[in-house]
């Protein structure tokens, strides 16, 4: 009897155990299980599917289970050209240690490395995405996080290159610790709440290091954009929060970078601008706040465009820019205070730190430049030095109203 | 050759002595000197140093020259009398006055940077400008002798050599700035390219720039200069107009010298 009774409790705990405990499968090229979409298929919630290295070419794997993928010593899974990779449907997926190889390139369809569709509680981490049309695609998903992937991209033309992170109404997403080449966009954000993007690094992409577009209450920090063919492009955004990120050598005739469009109540802070064509353009930006930067030998440090209001720069060092600040009209809304200019020549009698004369960043060469292009080929000429002279003591082309009142004598770290 | 060489030694023996060299030589020391102590950043020092550059040493080189031409005179008029051809006297005296102005700067110039071991961080840059001074130091001290070889008087030599000065440095740039005013509604851009190659100043200029403005110059009007100036071929060429800055008025004086009733 209490054999039995052992019995049916041992029966009972395996039938149990099987119920609830998650299982290993493990698909290797060798083995009985030999490919990903048989291990799904034999998998159920919360299992690990360990894939052991090899390489696997099995078209497009769409993962409905809440499964947990494990590559081994980086396994490749390639498409060879067509279609997508990972089409993930359920909540909880979690994909390591894989790399991700030649997704399709089409016209009509976005094909990804790996895709996640309206899910939640995902995480992609340390995988390698290697040629693919998209990496990572995230749509209509949330809380998920995208983290330490290796991405690289072809590189074509715009129109056959896709983006390298692409997220589409998405909301508290973290991106953090990738690297991205050679994409369209290294990081594409549209329609994303309360989105995080840090220490990144977005390189040679043909179009922006980062896109980000009606995106609110969003914060990326500590990234690096160096050699995007555009830059970084925010655009249609409030509360946008910008912090210890690196934009370094956008170099070309629309490269900046940060390029803003209409953002309001944002922060950007302590950011370094170094050798971009354009540091920071701005336009129908309001009551965005600009402190604590450094802008170092760009082209022009800041565009500022008239429709641009109640923006507050103040403690921002601004070195060997061929020009610190463009405008298009005579009007000023904004306030400029306590910022370094290496080009200022003021004193400083009471000793307060601050020079006693206000600093005119805006010379009359900057604005001619802005109606005859061309007259570029006078940089640094005695002429022109002249001219922006006679032009400081008496204003007449430049805005009147746009100075710092309170230039800083020291640089500020 | 030999009395060349014998004329040039005195003569680079006699500018030395005149102190204003040595003079010459401490103010780029101290401008550079001032520029890295003061600033820190080479870059902002590179576009100071070229500002000053372009302005001071042809100034300086069209002024020394001439005075020191005039007041050489006699020293000329009693060489002529000794059995030596015109020829080594004014290649000695030419050379003699432009290689102790060069040295100077070059001097004055590159020890600040030895000092504060800046010379690596911008190496190309360095030695772009250092190359710039020196050929403008030749193009002026040859326009200097154009003048003073044609002008006996002094006074108007000197007036004459700063008028030429000013034209170069600021009123040829206000007529470029004018015809780009005028021609607005045509490409200009090779045509600017082609009006700088008349002004050895813009064309140092506008050598450094290629190097130190990039950033800026990456619109349409900046893609189009880099592409000449910023190539090997469009160096080339620079340098080759800036040589024939040297070398046509040095033969121009140099044929009417040969002339010259003393």
Avoid at chain 1, 70 to 82: C, L, Q, R, T, V
Avoid at chain 1, 314 to 326: K, L, P, R, T, W
């Amino acid at each position: 009897m209490i054999n039995q009774i052992k019995l049916i409790f041992i029966l009972s705990f395996i039938l149990f155990s099987s119920l609830t405990f998650s299982k290993e499968i493990i698909v290797s090229s060798t083995g009985s299980i030999n490919s990903i979409l048989k291990a799904i298929s034999q998998s159920n919630d919360y299992d690990t599917i360990l894939i052991k290295q090899g390489e696997y070419a099995e078209g497009n794997i769409i993962v409905n289970k809440k499964l947990t993928f494990i590559g081994e010593s980086y396994p490749i899974i390639d498409a060879k050209g067509i279609g997508e990779i990972f089409t993930v449907t359920s909540n909880e997926v979690h994909i390591s240690g894989l790399v991700i190889k030649n997704s399709g390139v089409s016209f009509l369809e976005e094909n990804a490395g790996i895709r996640l569709e309206e899910v939640k509680g995902c995480s992609i981490t340390n995988n390698r995405f290697i040629n693919n049309f998209f990496a990572i695609y995230l749509a209509k998903s949330a809380d998920c996080i995208i983290n330490g992937n290796y991405i690289e991209g072809v590189k074509k033309r715009e129109a056959n290159s896709g983006n390298g992170i692409h997220l589409w109404y998405c909301r508290d997403i973290t991106i953090e610790n990738n690297k991205i080449l050679d994409h369209r966009d290294g990081i594409y954000f549209e329609f994303v709440r309360k989105g995080k993007i840090l220490n990144n690094h977005s390189e040679n992409n043909l179009r922006y290091g980062l896109h980000f577009m009606f995106s609110d209450s969003c914060e990326y920090a500590r990234n690096t954009f160096v050699n995007n063919g555009a830059g970084v492009a925010v655009m249609y955004t409030k509360n946008v929060l910008m912090t210890d990120n690196h934009f370094s050598k956008n170099w070309g005739p629309a490269s900046y970078g940060i390029l803003l469009k209409d953002i309001s109540d944002s922060k950007i802070e302590k950011n370094i601008f170094d050798e971009n064509s354009i540091g920071l353009y701005m336009e129908g930006c309001n009551r965005v706040t600009i402190e604590k930067n450094n802008f170092t030998k760009n082209g022009w440090a800041l565009k500022l465009m008239a429709n641009s209001m109640g923006n507050y720069f103040y403690d921002n060092n601004f070195i060997a820019n061929s020009f610190d600040i463009s405008t298009n009209s005579r009007q000023n809304f904004n306030t400029f205070e306590k910022n370094y200019w290496a080009e200022y020549n003021g004193y400083d009698i009471d000793k307060d730190g601050f020079g006693d004369i206000p600093f005119r960043p805006v010379t009359m060469f900057s604005m001619m430049i802005e109606s005859h292009p061309t007259s570029l080929v006078l940089l640094h000429s005695l002429f022109i030095d002249i001219l922006n002279i006679a032009e400081s003591i008496i204003p007449a082309i430049t805005p009147e109203a746009l100075t710092d009142p309170k230039p800083r004598m020291r640089m500020l770290n | 050759m030999k009395l060349v060489k014998k004329i040039l030694l005195y003569e680079i023996h006699n500018t030395i002595r005149s102190k204003w060299v040595i003079l010459y030589t401490f103010f780029f020391f101290l401008v550079g000197y001032g520029l890295f102590t003061f600033s820190g950043d080479v870059n902002k020092a590179y576009i100071s140093l070229m500002n000053i550059i372009i302005i001071v040493i042809p100034l300086v080189s069209i002024i020394f020259g001439s005075i020191y031409f005039y007041n050489s005179r006699e020293f000329i008029e009693m060489m002529l009398s000794q059995p030596i051809d015109r020829k080594s006297l004014y290649i000695g005296i030419f050379l003699g006055t432009a290689i102790p102005l060069s040295a100077g700067f070059g001097i004055g110039f590159s020890l600040p940077f030895i000092l504060f071991g800046k010379v690596s961080e911008q190496i190309e840059g360095f030695f772009l400008l250092l190359l710039i001074g020196i050929l403008l130091t030749f193009v002026f001290i040859a326009l200097s002798f154009l003048i003073s070889v044609k002008q006996d008087d002094k006074s108007k030599g000197l007036g004459l050599a700063i008028l030429i000065w000013l034209i170069l440095a600021v009123v040829y740039d206000g007529i470029v700035l004018l015809v780009i005013y005028y021609f607005q509604d045509y490409p200009l851009e090779n045509a600017m390219i082609v009006l700088s190659a008349f002004n050895p100043i813009d064309l140092g200029r506008i050598l450094f720039l290629m190097k130190f403005d990039i950033a800026a110059l990456m619109g349409y009007t900046g893609a189009v200069f880099q592409r000449f100036f910023g190539s090997p071929l469009g160096v080339i060429v620079s340098i080759i107009c800036l040589l024939a800055w040297i070398v046509i008025p040095f033969f121009l004086s140099h044929r009417f010298f040969k002339k010259k009733d003393f």
